[in-house]
């Protein structure tokens, strides 16, 4: 699936739930049942510091797509990874830097996020962008 | 002596933001540590400032730079008596603990500090009262030591004696710690430290808003106080000084306001308090100060010591019959802050689903960082009450709890 349809998806299933409660429960089994990044990937130079947690984040370039798996010390914010890991894993450089992410926006979240909180996410996905953007420069090189 | 449910309601509606719904639920304000609500009475005067007496103070001649000059000056007296200083002088307006803390640090530092003095701190400080004398001892090749704590959290007086020394030139520590609610034993604190001829400096931002202050009794050098945390208006607060002290440090600022005379070979500096005012004050926000000051006068700090009090003993009941939740500070002597740690949940989790049931609480280090590092916790959830909370609000805030650990397990 495109970017773009997985996207259409999150936000469709999202719109199924009526109340807060629904909707954070699934982003917390989400974040439950996230399959996390492997141990010795669990390192500094993986890590994305927010303010109140952390996530970490690792790429691998195989047979032209970019496949990423994550971590998060909190489990909303790993519901919320693995949405947005999700959208962008298995996905060529080149559509993943010509992405435009707008399904945090559309299913509500960022409004049930508080700034710095949604900002933390943001710069996951500016780092998924710069990982994009260095297998695309491997890519034309190979 | 505590308030009766009627005497809270009244005080209530003084309140209108409490008024607020947060995601469609009742707004329960428990983040009063970081900042507390305003009442009307103090918005009120600083739109009467602003409406009838708006004038730039201590320099016109006209009726409202009189009028202005009186009500800023108005304050100080408040304050002075709110922490029974023994001079006017003694009370200098800054923009808040931080400033206060920063200024000591600066002119105190300046003047007094030298290579290899030492500068003794608590495992317990707020960044306010660690960086700035990271600082100052950096550009000075002065020595910070650190007061250890117990798991409690409290200061091991034992370890405090021993690091003082006649090389100990300034103690600063907190009267009531923001992350953990321990009330510290400063009377006795300033009193080793005056010992062995040091000075010392009490961070009062958590303190002032709960305990009767009495900075001649208490014998503190410097006291540092933050309107907004005694329900006033941000950016304006105090350090208090000693008279004699003030007067023999250098100024902190310069600009207008704190000279006597200017030329452009020498200038001579005003006399106190204005020798610290550079520049024109928070002149609204310093009036209004006086409103908050009035406020809690009205109400008594006896009285809502007791009730926080209640607040507080009923809140840590409730939170203890959470299954796996540790309350982080547990001295002898608390203000109302109740900061806890639930097992196997994150606080920032946490956070997010009391939101979402229009609870506030408070998440993270607390600017704490040193001391969330000496306890082996990242952060905690803190709930902080004031006067106008309520236990039914405690007991909304136990429903989101039990709600939140349930969906988070
Ligand atoms: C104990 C303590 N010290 C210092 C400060 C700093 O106060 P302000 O930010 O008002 O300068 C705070 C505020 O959070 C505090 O709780």
Same mark, same amino acid.
């Given at each position: 699936?495109?970017?773009?349809?997985?996207?259409? @998806?999150?936000?469709?299933?999202?719109?199924?739930?009526?109340?807060?409660?629904?909707?954070?429960?699934?982003?917390?089994?989400?974040?439950?049942?996230?399959?996390?990044?492997?141990?010795?990937?669990?390192?500094?130079?993986?890590?994305?510091?927010?303010?109140?947690?952390?996530?970490?984040?690792?790429?691998?370039?195989?047979?032209?797509?970019?496949?990423?798996?994550?971590?998060?010390?909190?489990?909303?914010?790993?519901?919320?990874?693995?949405?947005?890991?999700?959208?962008?894993?298995?996905?060529?450089?080149?559509?993943?830097?010509?992405?435009?992410?707008?399904?945090?926006?559309?299913?509500?979240?960022?409004?049930?996020?508080?700034?710095?909180?949604?900002?933390?996410?943001?710069?996951?996905?500016?780092?998924?962008?710069?990982? /994009?953007?260095?297998?695309?420069?491997?890519?034309?090189?190979? | 002596?505590?308030?009766?449910?009627?005497?809270?309601?009244?005080?209530?509606?003084?309140?209108?933001?409490?008024?607020?719904?947060?995601?469609?639920?009742?707004?329960?304000?428990?983040?009063?540590?970081?900042?507390?609500?305003?009442?009307?009475?103090?918005?009120?005067?600083?739109?009467?400032?602003?409406?009838?007496?708006?004038?730039?103070?201590?320099?016109?001649?006209?009726?409202? =730079?009189?009028?202005?000059?009186?009500?800023?000056?108005?304050?100080?007296?408040?304050?002075?008596?709110?922490?029974?200083?023994?001079?006017?002088?003694?009370?200098?307006?800054?923009?808040?603990?931080?400033?206060?803390?920063?200024?000591?640090?600066?002119?105190?530092?300046?003047?007094?500090?030298?290579?290899?003095?030492?500068?003794?701190?608590?495992?317990?400080?707020?960044?306010?009262?660690?960086?700035?004398?990271?600082?100052?001892?950096?550009?000075?090749?002065?020595?910070?030591?650190?007061?250890?704590?117990?798991?409690?959290?409290?200061?091991?007086?034992?370890?405090? #004696?021993?690091? #003082?020394?006649?090389?100990?030139?300034?103690?600063?520590?907190?009267?009531?710690?923001?992350? #953990?609610?321990?009330?510290?034993?400063?009377?006795?604190?300033?009193?080793?430290?005056?010992?062995?001829? =040091?000075?010392?400096?009490?961070?009062?931002?958590?303190?002032?808003?709960? #305990?009767?202050?009495?900075?001649?009794?208490?014998?503190?050098?410097?006291? /540092?106080?933050? =309107?907004?945390?005694?329900?006033?208006?941000?950016?304006?607060?105090?350090?208090?000084?000693?008279?004699?002290?003030?007067?023999?440090?250098?100024?902190?600022?310069?600009?207008?306001?704190?000279?006597?005379?200017?030329?452009?070979?020498?200038?001579?500096?005003?006399?106190?308090?204005?020798?610290?005012? /550079?520049?024109?004050?928070?002149?609204?926000?310093?009036?209004?100060?006086?409103?908050?000051?009035?406020?809690?006068?009205?109400?008594?700090?006896?009285?809502?010591?007791?009730?926080?009090?209640?607040?507080?003993?009923?809140?840590?009941? @409730?939170?203890?019959?959470?299954?796996?939740?540790?309350?982080?500070?547990?001295?002898?002597?608390?203000?109302?802050?109740?900061?806890?740690?639930?097992?196997?949940?994150?606080?920032?989790?946490?956070?997010?689903?009391?939101?979402?049931?229009?609870?506030?609480?408070?998440?993270?280090?607390?600017?704490?960082?040193?001391?969330?590092?000496?306890?082996?916790?990242?952060?905690?959830?803190?709930?902080?009450?004031?006067?106008?909370?309520?236990?039914?609000?405690?007991? /909304?805030?136990?429903?989101?709890?039990?709600?939140?650990?349930?969906?988070?397990?």
């Amino acid at each position: 699936m495109s970017i773009e349809e997985i996207q259409e @998806q999150i936000i469709d299933e999202m719109d199924l739930f009526e109340d807060w409660t629904d909707k954070y429960e699934y982003i917390i089994e989400l974040g439950k049942s996230l399959k996390t990044i492997a141990e010795d990937k669990k390192i500094d130079s993986n890590k994305i510091k927010g303010c109140q947690s952390n996530v970490w984040l690792d790429a691998n370039f195989t047979d032209g797509k970019v496949a990423f798996t994550a971590d998060s010390d909190a489990l909303i914010v790993k519901g919320l990874v693995s949405l947005v890991l999700k959208v962008f894993s298995n996905q060529t450089p080149q559509d993943i830097i010509n992405a435009n992410l707008d399904f945090i926006e559309k299913t509500g979240l960022s409004q049930h996020l508080a700034q710095t909180r949604s900002n933390g996410l943001l710069s996951m996905v500016k780092q998924i962008k710069f990982y /994009a953007m260095a297998y695309s420069v491997q890519g034309t090189k190979s | 002596m505590p308030f009766t449910e009627i005497e809270i309601q009244k005080i209530r509606e003084d309140f209108p933001v409490l008024l607020e719904k947060v995601n469609g639920k009742p707004l329960v304000y428990f983040d009063n540590a970081a900042t507390t609500q305003k009442p009307k009475q103090v918005v009120a005067a600083i739109e009467s400032y602003y409406y009838s007496s708006n004038a730039n103070i201590h320099r016109g001649i006209h009726h409202l =730079a009189e009028k202005a000059t009186a009500s800023f000056e108005a304050t100080r007296k408040a304050l002075k008596e709110f922490i029974n200083a023994a001079h006017e002088e003694e009370i200098i307006f800054t923009r808040g603990v931080t400033e206060g803390i920063n200024l000591v640090a600066n002119s105190f530092g300046k003047a007094f500090i030298h290579k290899g003095d030492e500068i003794i701190i608590s495992t317990m400080e707020h960044h306010s009262n660690i960086v700035p004398w990271q600082m100052l001892c950096e550009e000075k090749g002065a020595i910070l030591k650190v007061i250890p704590i117990t798991d409690a959290g409290e200061i091991i007086f034992e370890e405090y #004696l021993k690091l #003082l020394s006649p090389n100990t030139k300034l103690v600063a520590v907190v009267h009531a710690s923001n992350a #953990l609610g321990t009330i510290n034993p400063v009377a006795e604190i300033i009193q080793h430290a005056h010992a062995v001829g =040091a000075k010392v400096l009490i961070d009062g931002a958590q303190s002032a808003s709960h #305990l009767e202050i009495d900075v001649q009794a208490m014998d503190c050098d410097f006291f /540092a106080i933050s =309107a907004h945390k005694l329900y006033g208006p941000t950016g304006v607060g105090i350090l208090y000084g000693k008279k004699a002290l003030l007067e023999a440090m250098p100024p902190y600022q310069g600009g207008g306001e704190m000279i006597k005379e200017v030329t452009f070979e020498k200038t001579t500096y005003n006399e106190l308090p204005y020798k610290f005012e /550079a520049g024109t004050p928070n002149i609204a926000d310093v009036i209004a100060f006086k409103a908050a000051i009035d406020y809690i006068n009205k109400l008594g700090k006896k009285a809502i010591a007791a009730y926080e009090h209640e607040l507080l003993t009923y809140a840590t009941a @409730q939170l203890l019959t959470i299954e796996g939740l540790k309350i982080i500070g547990t001295a002898q002597h608390k203000v109302s802050v109740a900061s806890f740690v639930i097992e196997g949940i994150h606080h920032q989790d946490l956070a997010i689903i009391l939101d979402q049931q229009g609870i506030a609480i408070r998440t993270g280090h607390h600017c704490t960082q040193p001391l969330m590092h000496r306890l082996g916790i990242l952060g905690t959830s803190r709930a902080s009450f004031s006067f106008y909370n309520t236990k039914a609000e405690i007991d /909304a805030l136990m429903v989101a709890l039990n709600k939140a650990v349930k969906m988070l397990r």
